[in-house]
């Protein structure tokens, strides 16, 4: 070992509270990272265990467990209680369960998970309705809240930031009761945490810091071993010493907002619920069984990566449509539930582009993609994932790209959500009332049609069969009558489309005659 490396390390104990930073620094100048990394899990190690307060055994502990989804808090819940009490399958709102554990009496509240790469700006209003609910299900109030990190990921600035966002929707005195609980603990092999830690970067060192330092590891795989939640039930215990004896309790009127907005939301979901089953019942009697539609014609029509192609797939019943994307409209058939289906896939716009910054070749083919099944679309299908959040700038930039095709669209357009199995035990109506005006706007625009579609359930026949009775009844509405562009306006971009086309053949020929002249002065 070098020698310079030797007297750092003599020089542990008075650069632990004075210099730490400036014994980092040093370590990174020499170039010793490894003996540097080893050093400071040996400090954070130290660090931890003098920051112990004299803990006061409690009877009662309550506990907040939060974090990305499929980070393990379902397992940790379980491991804590000593037994299956947390459904694996996620869920759109809290869980709470109670138990007997080392002569205590154990609640645990587990908050549904974010998307681990997505800001809280991202994330649907129902979701961050929970999050600051949770800490309200245990009264008077959590005594810590556990946040899930899987040890076996890398954590990075954005996992940090989309952590930290989600964290400060509870204020900031949530930190001070909060303590890194990381998991998949036996990925780390003959690694101490304190090495992970430090070997991982300032990212994660940032969200230790920040927690004062508490963490623990657990190891759900091995739930025989009860000293990892007896030492897990200490810690808390420590915490609440470190508190003043205090547990955590959210602002009131923010919790009373809360309430208030959800019970609002909840009533404005059931109105639009009736609302539109009453729409639908009265189309139905109206309809005579000869508007039955032998053929049904569809354009799908919506961003990148919303789940057209998947949507078309679950239409047709077979992997018709490359999920890859196309810059050119793609048209299949099929026979669906008696009835010759056409669908159309238009190219996608960027989620958060404005319909001036698309490309002209895009904009064209949004236009082109109605004439591609003639005489016109019965229904275009405007494709919204349920799971994302639905902004102004969203909204903007689906109305831009929708009227390229004129106002008349919007009279036979049906909203249709992807992603369906996200919302979990939330009705769609509860989330398009909980997301604000402007997905309400979208639904209001489209004469309050919309439809969900779990294209991870292809198997369901049911969900598709809905859909086309819903298509028909907006054929029903529109009198009879399909959706057609403005012939003027149609013609307008074949013609420009077909001069586009014989410049672009001239440009590529004038490029390889110039290539072909240079090649050939280049042989002399």
Known sequence: MPMFVTVLKRQEVVLNERHPKHFESTLQNLDVKTDGEIIFSKLRLRKGKMDIGDAQYLSELRIVLMGHKLAGKSSTGNSILGREEFDLKRSAHCVRRHGEVADRHITVIEAPGWWMNEPVEESPELLKQEILLSVSLSPPGPHTLLLIIRVDIGFKENERKVLQGHLDLLGERVWSHTIVLFTHGDSLLDTSIEQHI????????????????????????????????????????????????????????????????????????????NRMKKQRNNIRSQMSDAQHLSELRIVL????????????????????????????????????ADRHITVIEAPGWWRSYTVEDSSELLKQE????????????????LIIRVDTRFKEIN??????????????????????????????????????????????????????????????????????????????????????????????????????????????????????????????????
């Open 198 to 273: 430090e070997s991982e970067g300032e990212d994660l060192q940032w969200l230790l810091d920040k927690c004062g330092n508490r963490y623990l590891v657990l190891n759900n795989q091995n739930r025989s071993d009860d000293t990892q939640i007896k030492q897990l039930l200490e810690k808390i215990e420590e915490t609440v010493a470190q508190n003043n004896g205090f547990h955590f309790e959210i602002d009131r009127k923010i919790l009373q907002e809360i309430e208030e907005r959800r019970r609002a939301e909840e009533k404005r979901a059931e109105e639009r619920t």
């Open 301 to 336: 029509m919506g961003y990148r990566a919303a789940g057209k192609s998947s949507t078309g797939n679950s239409i047709l019943g077979r992997e018709e449509f490359d999920s890859k994307r196309s810059a050119q409209c793609v048209r299949r058939h099929g026979e669906v």
């Open 366 to 381: 949004i236009v082109l993609s109605v004439s591609l099944c003639p005489p016109g679309p019965h229904a275009v299908l």
């Open 395 to 524: 909204r903007k930039s689906v109305q831009g790209h929708m009227d390229l095709l004129g106002e008349r669209v919007w009279s036979n357009t049906i909203v249709l959500f992807t992603c369906g199995d996200s919302l979990l035990d939330t009705s769609i109506e509860q989330h398009i009332e909980s997301e604000g005006q402007d997905l309400q706007w979208l639904l209001d625009k489209c004469g309050n049609r919309y439809h969900v579609l779990n294209n991870q359930k292809r198997s369901d026949d049911t969900q598709i069969k809905e859909l086309l009775e819903k298509i028909e009844e907006t054929v029903a509405q529109n009198n009879g009558c399909h959706f057609e562009i403005n012939r003027k306006l149609l013609q307008e971009i074949k013609e420009r489309r077909r001069a586009e086309e014989e410049r672009a053949e001239e440009r590529m020929k004038r490029m390889k005659k110039q290539r072909e002249n240079i090649r050939s002065q280049m042989s002399k």
